[in-house]
T-cell receptor, first 115, second 116 residues
Framework: DGGITQSPKYLFRKEGQNVTLSCEQN?????MYWYRQDPGQGLRLIYY???????QKGDIAEGYSVSREKKESFPLTVTSAQKNPTAFYLC??????????????FGEGSRLTVL | AQKITQTQPGMFVQEKEAVTLDCTYD???????LFWYKQPSSGEMIFLIY??????QNATEGRYSLNFQKARKSANLVISASQLGDSAMYFC?????????????FGKGTMLLVSP
């Protein structure tokens, strides 16, 4: 079945450590996104990528980094510079600028807890 | 910049009754799309329904319908015949289509609890 796979589902890290969240899609979508969700809050955009080897900052990019070396993969690194990294992270994809209806297809999320 | 407001932090409804979840939006762009997503406790985001700004009729998808009032800039979600499985967070979102490439901007959500 086509879809978006995020791993790990749960992750615990010590303060000051970098951590990388994986996102893989087999939907043949060009665009991919990372959102952060805090309790009682909506989703806030961290980074997005419309095409391989290109990505743009979202509303809350500070303390995060991404790469887009393959169409299928869009990993997110939460660096030690991110002041409050404990959150639920959602990866999404969409067909891309030429084929988009606007709908995003989401993975099941990764819950990061920094101790 | 576009903005979505969901004023109901939580809503309660009895099984089999209808419920309306409110959503208002703010944009000066004439071309946009409005989306509703459901997020169960497991965390995944499930697409429910879409309304384009130029659509003449209100969108419907099974038990979900969207009460679109363009002049009031509101896009309320109506769930008919509520089921226990409808208990979840519900998010309204907007995407602009005339401002270059943009993605979805979400509201803060409404928690719906359906009781037996």
């Amino acid at each position: 079945d086509g879809g978006i796979t995020q791993s790990p589902k749960y992750l615990f890290r010590k303060e000051g450590q970098n951590v990388t969240l994986s996102c893989e899609q087999n939907l043949n979508h060009d665009a991919m996104y990372w959102y952060r969700q805090d309790p009682g809050q909506g989703l806030r955009l961290i980074y997005y990528s419309q095409i391989v080897n290109d990505f743009q900052k979202g509303d809350i990019a500070e303390g995060y980094s991404v790469s887009r070396e393959k169409k299928e993969s869009f990993p997110l690194t939460v660096t030690s510079a991110q002041k409050n990294p404990t959150a639920f992270y959602l990866c999404a994809s969409s067909p891309g600028p030429e084929r988009d209806t606007g709908e995003l297809f989401f993975g099941e999320g990764s819950r990061l807890t920094v101790l | 910049a576009q903005k979505i407001t969901q004023t109901q932090p939580g809503m309660f409804v009895q099984e089999k009754e209808a419920v309306t979840l409110d959503c208002t939006y703010d944009t000066s762009d004439p071309s946009y799309g409005l989306f509703w997503y459901k997020q169960p406790s497991s965390g995944e985001m499930i697409f429910l329904i879409y309304q384009g700004s130029y659509d003449q009729q209100n969108a419907t998808e099974g038990r979900y319908s969207l009460n679109f009032q363009k002049a009031r800039k509101s896009a309320n979600l109506v769930i008919s015949a509520s089921q226990l499985g409808d208990s979840a967070m519900y998010f309204c979102a907007i995407r602009l289509f005339n401002s270059g490439y943009s993605t979805l901007t979400f509201g803060k959500g409404t928690m719906l609890l359906v009781s037996p």
